[in-house]
C-alpha cells in the first residue's frame, strides 16, 4: 500500500486534517520519511490520532505480507477510519457491561483491562473507578448519570494529545530548519561540515501521554493503553517469526535526558556483573535507593571497560526499579530500562514517592558466559628479588585495575565500606575492626581511606608471607573472573548514575553482591508479560508465550495458567544473528502449574547488521 495523498489541495479541514496525522506520526516518529515497521508502532500511532482500532480493522491495513506501512497510507487510513465519537464510547460500555443492568462493576472492567489489550492490575481499575464513583458503590452506572462525565473525560484528554503532538511537531520541525540552516551556512563558507538529521531513529522519551498510554492509567479512564473505545482483542503478532531489525550501534538514538539534569541530586556507583564459579549464576551489586520525598528520578546504567578486561567482554546491561514491600496485587516492579543509546548506556525516568526502593542491575548471560576451559600456560604472579618474594608487573597492573573497580563511587580512594564489598566477593567475609586496624596501621590512606598506592602495599605484603605460594592469590583473581592469562573474562563492570529532581538527600547504597535473579525472577516476567506480544501455544489453551523486543534484547516467558504442569519444547534454530543465554537453541522446558518461567534470552551476535528471532513450540508428553 503507498498511494500518495495530495497535499498541495488540503486546505481548509483538510489542511487541519494533514496537520493532525503529521502530528500524531510525529509524536512516534522523528521523520515523515520514516516507514511504520510494526503492527505495534501503527496501533501507536493510530492512537496518536484519536483512532482506536479494533482487530478487524487492523487486519484490513496489516497483512500477513505487510512490511512496512509509509507516513502517506498512514493519511489514507486516517480518511477511512474516523476519529472516536461519543456513541462509539455508548456502545463499547455496553459491550463492557457483560449482565446488562446498566451498571459496569469492578468484576466487569477487571476482566475486560486483565484480558485484553495492555494488561491493568486490580488496584489501577478500581482506582479509576473511584475516579468518578460518586456514590462510591463500587460500581459505574454509564447511563445518564456518568456517561457524559466519561464521554468529557476521554475527549478532554483526546484533545489534550493533540495538543501536545502539536508542540513536539513544532519541536522537531525547529530543529530541522535549524539544520538545513546550519548546513547551508556551512556549505557558502565552504566549511566540511556536515549535519546529520536524525530521521529513521524513533524518540522513546518524547512521545505525548496519549490516551491510550499505560503510565497515566491509572488516574482516569481516558488514560489507558487498553482503552474502553473497543473490546475486541487487540491483534498479536506471534513471535514465531518476528524480526527485530537491528541498527547499527552508531544510530541508535542519544538518550533524551531530563534538559535540567545538571540541577538534580546526583548520585553514582560502579558495579559488576560476576558468574560465580561453583554455580555458575549470574552474581551483582545490588543496590537499595532511599528517598525522604516524592521526586522524579533518572537512572542510567552503562558497561565501562577495564584494561584487563578481555576485548569483546562488553555486554548488555540493564535496571530493574523495584518496590521494597509488593503492591496489592503482589508486584514489585515499577519500571525498567528499555531504550539504549549507541555507547551502551540505558536510562529511565520516572517519579517515585518517598521511600525505600530496590535497584538490579540485569544482564542476559548472552555475551557473558562461564569460560570453556583455562590457559594451560598460566602468568606468573610472584617473583623473587634480593631474597624475597614480590608481585609481578603484569600482576601489578591488573591489581591496579581492580582497584578501581572497587572504588565504587569513583572518588581515588578504597573506604572502609568498599574494602568490605572486595572482601566479601574475594574471601566471603567481612572486614572486622581488627583487620581495619592492621589497615590503618600498615597502609597508606587519605582521609581514612585506601590509597591505591596503600593497596598495593596490601598485596606487597601478602607475597611477602607466601613464600612464593601462588594459590590464595589466584582464588582472589577468580572470584573476580580473571583467568589464569590475568584477563577478566567471567565478569564485567558497569556504572549506574542516579539523579533527583527534588530530593536532595537521596541515598543510594550498594547493600548485597548476590545472584542477580533472587529478586529478579517474577519482576522480569512481569515486564516480558506487560509489555511483549502473547502468542497461545498450540494444543495447550492455558499456555501462553509472550515475547519481549527491546532495542538490543529479545526475551521469552511461558506462562503456565493450567492446574498440571507442562512440558514444552522451544525451537530457536532458526534465529539470525543472534546469541543465547542457552547452551542450545533448541531446548525442552517443565512449567509448573500456575507459574511462569524465562525460556530464553537474545541479543544481536552483531548490532550493525539486521537479527530476527524464530521459535516454534511442541507440546511434550
Avoid at 495538543?163 to 513544532?170: L, N, Q, Y
Avoid at 530543529?175 to 561540515?193: A, M, N, P, V
Avoid at 596503600?454 to 594459590?471: I, K, V
Amino acid at each position: 500500500m503507498s498511494r500518495r495523498a495530495s497535499r498541495s489541495s488540503l486546505g481548509g479541514d483538510n489542511g487541519e486534517f494533514y496537520l493532525e496525522c503529521k502530528a500524531a506520526y510525529l509524536s512516534i516518529y522523528d521523520n515523515i520519511k520514516d516507514e511504520i515497521d510494526s503492527l505495534e508502532d501503527l496501533i501507536q500511532v493510530l492512537q496518536q490520532a484519536g483512532r482506536n482500532p479494533s482487530k478487524r480493522v487492523l487486519s484490513k491495513y496489516w497483512k500477513s505480507d505487510t512490511d512496512h506501512l509509509t507516513f502517506d497510507d498512514f493519511v489514507d487510513i486516517c480518511k477511512k477510519e474516523k476519529a472516536t465519537t461519543a456513541d462509539d464510547l455508548m456502545k463499547a460500555f455496553r459491550k463492557i457491561d457483560i449482565n446488562g443492568d446498566g451498571y459496569i462493576s469492578l468484576e466487569e472492567l477487571y476482566k475486560i483491562m486483565t484480558t485484553k489489550g495492555e494488561k491493568m492490575s486490580r488496584s489501577e481499575v478500581k482506582k479509576m473507578i473511584d475516579e468518578v464513583d460518586e456514590n462510591k458503590d463500587g460500581r459505574l452506572d454509564y447511563g445518564e448519570f456518568h456517561y457524559p462525565e466519561f464521554c468529557k473525560m476521554i475527549m478532554e484528554t483526546t484533545e489534550e494529545c493533540k495538543k501536545a503532538s502539536r508542540k513536539i511537531m513544532e519541536k522537531k520541525e525547529q530543529k530541522r530548519r535549524k539544520e538545513e540552516l546550519t548546513k547551508t551556512s556551512d556549505s557558502r563558507s565552504g566549511s566540511q561540515i556536515s549535519v546529520k538529521s536524525a530521521a529513521s531513529v524513533k524518540s522513546h522519551t518524547e512521545r505525548p501521554m496519549s490516551a491510550s498510554s499505560r503510565s497515566n492509567r491509572g488516574a482516569s479512564l481516558a488514560g489507558s493503553r487498553k482503552s474502553l473505545l473497543s473490546v475486541d482483542d487487540l491483534p498479536k503478532p506471534s513471535p514465531r517469526n518476528r524480526k527485530s531489525k537491528g541498527q547499527a550501534a552508531a544510530t541508535l538514538p542519544k538518550l533524551y535526558e531530563p534538559k535540567n539534569l545538571k540541577e538534580w541530586t546526583h548520585t553514582t556507583s560502579k558495579g559488576m556483573f560476576f558468574i560465580d564459579e561453583d554455580t555458575g549464576n549470574l552474581l551483582c551489586h545490588q543496590y537499595d535507593l532511599k528517598l525522604t520525598e516524592e521526586t522524579s528520578v533518572w537512572i542510567t546504567i552503562e558497561p565501562i571497560k577495564s584494561r584487563c578486561q578481555a576485548s569483546d567482554q562488553i555486554i548488555d546491561t540493564a535496571l530493574f526499579i523495584l518496590r521494597e514491600k509488593p503492591d496489592d496485587d503482589g508486584n514489585v516492579l515499577i519500571t525498567f530500562t528499555q531504550h539504549r543509546d549507541s555507547k551502551g548506556k540505558y536510562g529511565v525516568k520516572c517519579s517515585l514517592d518517598a521511600g525505600n526502593y530496590h535497584i538490579i542491575p540485569f544482564t542476559t548471560g548472552s555475551r557473558l558466559k562461564k569460560r570453556e576451559s583455562e590457559s594451560s600456560n598460566p602468568v606468573k604472579l610472584l617473583q623473587r628479588k634480593e631474597g624475597k618474594h614480590t608481585i609481578t608487573k603484569a600482576f601489578r597492573k591488573v591489581l591496579e585495575d581492580i582497584f578501581d573497580l572497587s572504588d565504587l563511587d569513583g572518588n581515588g580512594t578504597m573506604s572502609r565500606e568498599e574494602f568490605n564489598w572486595y572482601n566479601i566477593r574475594t574471601s566471603d567475609e567481612e572486614v572486622g575492626d581488627d583487620e581495619w586496624e592492621v589497615v590503618e596501621e600498615r597502609l597508606e590512606l587519605e582521609n581514612g581511606e585506601i590509597t591505591k598506592n596503600g593497596f598495593l602495599q596490601l598485596n606487597d605484603l601478602e607475597a611477602e608471607d607466601s613464600n612464593g605460594d601462588e594459590d590464595d592469590m589466584w582464588v582472589t583473581l577468580e572470584s573476580l573472573g580473571i583467568n589464569k592469562e590475568l584477563v577478566m573474562d567471567e565478569a564485567c563492570p558497569f556504572l549506574v548514575n542516579v539523579y533527583t529532581e527534588d530530593c536532595d538527600d537521596a541515598e543510594f547504597k550498594v547493600v548485597a553482591i548476590e545472584a542477580m535473579m533472587d529478586k529478579l525472577q517474577r519482576p522480569l516476567c512481569q515486564s516480558v508479560m506487560e509489555k511483549g506480544e502473547a502468542t497461545k501455544v498450540k494444543g495447550m489453551k492455558d499456555l501462553t508465550m509472550y515475547t519481549y523486543f527491546g532495542d538490543t534484547r529479545a526475551s521469552i516467558v511461558l506462562d503456565n495458567k493450567s492446574y498440571s504442569t507442562v512440558r514444552v519444547k522451544l525451537d530457536c534454530s532458526g534465529s539470525q544473528n543472534c546469541l543465547s543465554n542457552r547452551p542450545s537453541l533448541e531446548e525442552s522446558f517443565s512449567v509448573k502449574s500456575q507459574s511462569q518461567i524465562i525460556a530464553y534470552h537474545f541479543t544481536p551476535e552483531d548490532e550493525d547488521e539486521e537479527w530476527s528471532v524464530k521459535c516454534t513450540e511442541v507440546i511434550q508428553k
